[in-house]
């Protein structure tokens, strides 16, 4: 018996040996699409940056009017109003007018205090966030020093809008320098550096600065631009603290008290806080301690995901505005966490032993101090001979103060670099970070002096510590 097998008919048979022919014309139609829809989307591109750069142009033409000029026809006068009507029309409004078929630039308030940013930009995603601003005359060629945060890879290049208390605008290109240990997250903290002509006989120095990606139309709020020198008659001081800045609504009101007033007993003479949230008690005593002009504390409100787009609150950040804040105005700052304490060894004050470490070398020579770093854990048993109790005292029935209360350390003592903190000259100061001095200016090095001060004996009192104490869960 011979098996059955259907018949196929010759119309279903075609069909079947022309599929692949048929998926293969399709194929080839999607990749012409697109193609197409690529070619199409890089020629608009293309389009909007010419017709910005023109845009550019024309306010780069209008801004630089103030010059030395020549004498104007009235053909010339005429070009020149209309180029200026121009510009503020497609550059300055806050209007909808346009440049093609394009977002309009957003004139953005003048600001200062906080952080500011622009809108996210089309091409790169990303947003530029700006915080303080300095005359920086360090340098071979002055510049305006803006802190705040961009991509920490990669972005686009930037550009600084100076403007001049006489009403006078530049706008010149801005060198980059994103600061170190940033982990490669989206963004990072960065300097931003604005040339300027410090001998312009138009004004000494601009007094706000813009920025914004140079082949977009959207500028950053304005920010005012700092003096780093003292005014006349001003009073220097000698050591001011820096703290990153206070989050996760800290409210430890007794243990920043304890921070404060211990290192004032140990030569601090001002601390600068950042405030990103802190609790109503910690709050409070910042205000008593701001009437009393010991402490600054400055508005941190940083609109980025803190250790996912951007490490701890971009606290980078706040330590070298920290650092340029002191400069001029005090000779040292010491870098701590609210957790840590330091104290010399051989000497009963910071200042002292600034002071007789300098005795060995020119002062001028010597930029910064490490402080080694060793842990006093808090799950130890307390020690509370302090205060004349046993040691199964509660710490509610007395003041749980951390220097009082563990007083035993662990034997290891960090190296340099991990976990260590430093004293630095402001002035000698370029880049810092969190345990680390990244940069200096050229004619200086980096002193490790300080290191054979850093001894490992058990701790005696608590004015004795001679090591950077971090209390640690």
């Known amino acids: 018996m011979t098996r059955w097998t259907p018949r196929v008919r010759p119309a279903e048979r075609h069909r079947r040996q022309n599929r692949p022919a048929r998926i293969a014309s399709v194929l080839t139609l999607m990749a012409a699409i697109v193609t197409i829809v690529f070619w199409t989307h890089s020629l608009l591109q293309f389009s909007r940056i010419l017709a910005v750069q023109g845009a550019e142009e024309q306010a780069d033409v209008i801004l630089t009017l103030h010059e030395e000029e020549p004498s104007r026809t009235p053909a010339t006068t005429f070009v020149r109003e209309r180029l200026s009507s121009l510009t503020e029309a497609s550059v300055t409004s806050p209007r909808s007018s346009t440049i093609g078929h394009f977002e309009t630039f957003k004139e953005q308030p003048s600001v200062g205090g906080d952080w500011v940013s622009t809108d996210a930009y089309p091409r790169t995603k990303l947003r530029l966030f700006l915080y303080s601003a300095y005359l920086d ?67 000494p120095a601009p007094s706000r600065v813009r920025l914004k990606e140079t082949y977009e139309l959207q500028w950053s709020p304005s920010i005012p631009v700092l003096p780093l020198q003292t005014r006349p008659g001003e009073k220097k001081g000698r050591l001011a603290v820096c703290v990153k800045p206070l989050h996760y609504e800290y409210d430890r009101a007794s243990w920043l008290a304890e921070f404060v007033e211990f290192h004032r007993i140990v030569g601090v003479e001002h601390f600068f806080f950042y405030n990103h949230s802190i609790g109503s008690n910690a709050e409070r005593l910042l205000q008593v301690y701001k009437e009393q002009g010991v402490v600054t504390s400055r508005p941190w409100n940083l609109d980025i995901k803190s250790q996912k787009e951007i490490r701890t609150e971009g606290l980078f950040a706040s330590l070298n505005d920290c650092v340029y804040r002191c400069m001029h105005h005090f000779d040292y700052a010491l870098v701590l966490d609210l957790d840590e304490f330091a104290v010399p060894r051989k000497d009963d004050t910071l ?22 770093n060793s842990f006093f854990y808090l799950y130890w048993e307390n020690d509370t001979s302090a205060y004349g109790v046993p ?36 002035l000698t100061a370029v880049e810092v970070g969190n345990h680390v001095v990244w940069r200096y200016l050229g004619e200086f090095s980096q002193s490790k002096s300080g290191l054979r001060e850093m001894g490992r004996q058990p701790v005696c009192s608590a004015r004795r510590i001679h090591i950077v104490a971090r209390r640690r869960t």
């Open 391 to 426: 040691p199964e005292t509660a710490p509610s029935e007395v003041p749980y103060l951390l220097t009082q209360f563990k007083t035993r350390r662990s034997r290891k003592v960090f190296r340099v670099g991990s976990r260590s903190k430093y004293i630095v000259r402001p």
């Open 137 to 203: 005359s360090r340098l071979d060629v002055p510049a305006v020093r803006v802190i705040g945060a961009y991509a920490s890879v990669g972005g686009a290049q930037i550009s600084c809008r100076l403007e001049y208390a006489s009403g006078d605008v530049t706008i010149v290109a801005a060198s980059r320098k994103t600061i170190n240990e940033n982990w490669k997250l989206k963004y990072g903290a960065a300097f931003f550096n604005c040339p300027y002509q410090e001998n312009d006989s138009r004004s």
């Open 351 to 372: 200042p002292a032993m600034i002071s007789r470490l300098n005795k060995n070398s020119s002062p001028r020579t010597i930029t910064s101090f490490v402080l080694l």
